[in-house]
């Protein structure tokens, strides 16, 4: 390939003139001079070679996006919405500074850590990991990194995590569901750690301010592996006639129930009531559509990656815990109930 010396050489200008012609800094060179060095570039089908442009800066322009998927759940990570959104969002951020995006997934947090911290990357993102999982990376990555939806707790180390209000979002949902009148509500979840425990912490914070008992009988574990998930349906199926309302941690499971719910017969809302979490496009091509608590996943990803490029030029961060906030959106999928006469005091208190 031709280099841009010879090419210089060739046109009898110098090689910073052929480099801005080549890096579009087009103003600093006169327009016929502009259209000699585009011409040859175009005779000679020249690439630049960014890895040798990015060895001579001594920057790889590399950032690593690193998610731990869990097994049981995905097969493939980015048929989740959430995933597919949060990703784009980085992409995008990253492109606009000029990088570029590197993404590695596994559920083994010691496969993740041998493999990044050969990457020559300068930056992390740090998607889905406990704080176990991240001391385990600091332990090796020394470089900057960023968390989105961790839950790593202050005095263990200084970190920047990108969070939502899980707990406000569980709140505000149970609390509309209350004044709605249901009172027999299931929470549905595939794990109780991370956002999911914290949704549910909110979910018992509004069941508190109502004077309701906290009954572990109405927290359902899902199990999601595809092997599991048909049995937990038949479960769910068996006991949902104790409920008025399903209030799911996900988008992506309330309209998985919904679809298996109304094979067997069962109406939305009519028969009962179905709540979601993250108003993504399940949400609004559900039948009924969903009422669900909206975040804004595109922001979380565009101020992760600020963040993370603060930190490239040298700032120095204490320990930051962004909580972005959440919305609740009303659609189709909840019916209204008198409220029951025996805790009407409780409700007119709540109020």
Not at 96 to 125: A, K, P
Not at 192 to 207: K, P
Not at 280 to 308: K, M, V
Request: net charge negative; glycine share 6%; with cysteine.
């Amino acid at each position: 390939m031709i280099t841009i010396k010879e090419m210089a050489e060739m046109l009898g200008i110098s090689t910073t003139t052929v480099s801005n012609v080549i890096n579009g800094k087009t103003s600093e060179v006169s327009q016929k001079t502009a259209e000699k060095v585009q011409k040859l570039l175009d005779e000679y089908d020249y690439v630049p070679n960014m890895n040798a442009k990015n060895l001579a800066q001594n920057h790889s322009r590399l950032i690593g996006i690193v998610l731990k998927r869990r097994k049981d759940k995905y097969e493939n990570i980015f048929t989740d919405p959430f995933h597919g959104e949060l990703l784009g969002a980085l992409e995008s951020a990253i492109r606009e500074q000029g990088y570029y995006m590197m993404i590695y997934i596994s559920e083994d947090i010691e496969e993740i850590v041998r493999n990044i911290v050969g990457w020559n990357t300068e930056g992390l993102i740090l998607i889905g990991m406990l704080h176990d999982d991240y001391l385990k990376i600091r332990s090796k990555y020394k470089k900057p990194a960023v968390l989105i939806d961790s839950y790593t707790p202050k005095n263990i180390a200084r970190y920047v995590n990108i969070g939502l209000d899980d707990e406000e979002g569980g709140y505000l949902m149970t609390k509309y569901l209350l004044d709605c009148g249901h009172r027999k509500i299931a929470f549905l979840a595939d794990n109780m750690e991370g956002v999911d425990y914290i949704r549910y912490t909110g979910h018992q914070r509004a069941l508190q301010e109502y004077g309701l008992d906290i009954d572990l009988d109405n927290l359902i574990v899902i199990r999601p592996s595809k092997y599991e998930r048909q049995g937990s349906m038949e479960e769910i199926y068996a006991v949902a006639h104790k409920f008025t309302a399903f209030m799911c941690c996900s988008d992506y499971y309330a309209v998985t129930l919904m679809k298996y719910l109304k094979a067997k017969g069962i109406r939305f809302p009519e028969d009962l009531s179905i709540t979601g979490f993250d108003d993504n496009l399940y949400a609004q091509l559900a039948c009924p559509s969903l009422t669900t608590i909206h975040q804004d996943i595109f922001q979380r990803g565009t101020i992760a990656a600020e963040y993370l490029f603060k930190m490239i030029d040298g700032w120095n961060p204490k320990t930051t815990n962004l909580s972005l906030p959440v919305r609740l959106v009303v659609r189709d999928s909840v019916k209204l109930l008198n409220p029951p006469e025996d805790d009407s005091s409780d409700d007119s208190s709540a109020l």
